[in-house]
């Protein structure tokens, strides 16, 4: 099994640009997510998806977007990109059922300039 | 709201020498707890998870955790660390209800291991 698989796993913009981060798991999982990482900060939720369909907001959406139109894609756009943007960006699924682990994929690297 | 503190930003450790990682959390109800580990450039992994039932929880790669309800804390420990240990490790909290991905990582610590 492929898992968790997102791309680009690096990529550079410049401020004001929009791009679309990539993220498809293959282990039919309902929930997925994605994160934000930061130095000292953890790792923040910033959307998440409970089903084909269905998205929620997590801690720190403003300036992502993400859709759900099928099981396996969870893409998140940066509409218009910042400098406070620059982040590690991580993906996640899990199965459907209370407080299953989460599988992470291997995370973009992302610059803003 | 939950919360999740890691008190260490950095660990370092001997090889062969023990390791604790604290992790103290808060939350209203049950938590259910994770550890997760990060090796550079890569995604997490998980460790070991508590839901319920007995308070000390083995995990993968010999590590084990105990949650002490009295004190909010789910530390993780390793009697003798390998070289291979070096990493971030992640503590994470989520809701007791169903409340979709929302868990709560703590701001991780990074373990150094000294040959």
């Known amino acids: 099994n492929a898992g968790v698989t997102q791309t680009p796993k690096f990529q550079v913009l410049k401020t004001g640009q929009s791009m679309t981060l990539q993220c498809a798991q293959d282990?039919?999982?309902?929930?997925m997510s994605w994160y934000r990482q930061d130095p000292g900060m953890g790792l923040r939720l910033i959307h998440y998806s409970v089903g084909a369909g269905i998205t929620d907001q997590g801690e720190v959406p403003n300036g992502y977007n993400v859709s759900r139109s099928t099981t396996e894609d969870f893409p998140l756009r940066l509409l218009s990109a910042a400098p406070s943007q620059t982040s590690v960006y991580f993906c996640?699924?899990?199965?459907?059922?209370?407080?299953?682990?989460?599988?992470f994929g291997d995370g973009t690297r992302l610059s803003i300039l | 709201a939950q919360s999740v503190t890691q008190p260490d930003i950095h660990i370092t450790v001997s090889e062969g020498a023990s390791l604790e990682l604290r992790c103290n959390y808060s939350?209203?109800?049950?938590?259910?707890l994770f550890w997760y580990v990060q090796s550079p450039g890569q995604g997490l992994q998980l460790l070991l998870k508590y839901f319920s039932g007995d308070t000390l929880v083995q995990g993968i790669k010999g590590f084990e955790a105990e949650f002490k309800r009295s004190q909010s804390s789910f530390n993780l420990r390793k009697p003798s660390v390998h070289w291979s240990d070096a990493a971030e490790y992640f503590c994470a909290v989520g809701a007791s209800k169903a409340a979709g991905n929302k868990l709560t990582f703590g701001g991780g610590t990074r373990v150094l291991v000294k040959p």
């Open positions: 939350y209203g109800a049950t938590p259910y």
């Open positions: 282990m039919n999982h309902e929930y």
């Open positions: 996640a699924s899990r199965r459907t059922g209370r407080n299953q682990p989460q599988h």
